[in-house]
């Protein structure tokens, strides 16, 4: 009675996503999927070293980057983060907005928001920066240089002029409603 028309029968059908039980089956490792966390580091945009990878040279990066390999050079990350894990091994000058240390650095470090030197750390170089924490059994050899963060002229600007002008001299005083109601009727002053 009911018959499916020739479209529909040879119609192609839409493909979904594997599931992770089917990817299993295949032999894909389930740690290839995308995290359903929206707190991943892929999710923030941070980029990894792995601890295999060893690099010689300049790295510059437009994003968050996570080194647990070696690096040997020069570092800089203007606005944004450098972690430095637990098997991460850095000799290189660093430039970052922040910089958190787990791992190893050899050389000079300026963060122009904050370093933190975690427990297991081995920090040997100079610092500059405006906020630091050194955990309880660090290591951290060199000096530090604790700078306040630049307020840019046009910040400095707009606060200037968001802040009230202070009055030279006392407000004169206005009116009260039932006053203003007869000065609009034509009256005069009763102040007078």
Known sequence: MWTKRKEEEYAPKPALPPTSTQLTREGIPMSTMPAKSTETDAARGTATIGKSVILKGQVYSREDLYVDGE??????????????GPNGKVQAGIKAREVVII???HGNIEATDKIDIRKDAKLVGDIRTSRIVIEDGAYFKGSIDISKPEISKAVAAQRAAAAPATPASPPAATPTAPQQQTLAAGSTDPRR
């Open 103 to 105: 791992g190893t650095v």
């Open 71 to 84: 690096v040997d050079g020069t570092v800089e990350l203007q606005e944004h983060r450098l972690t430095i």
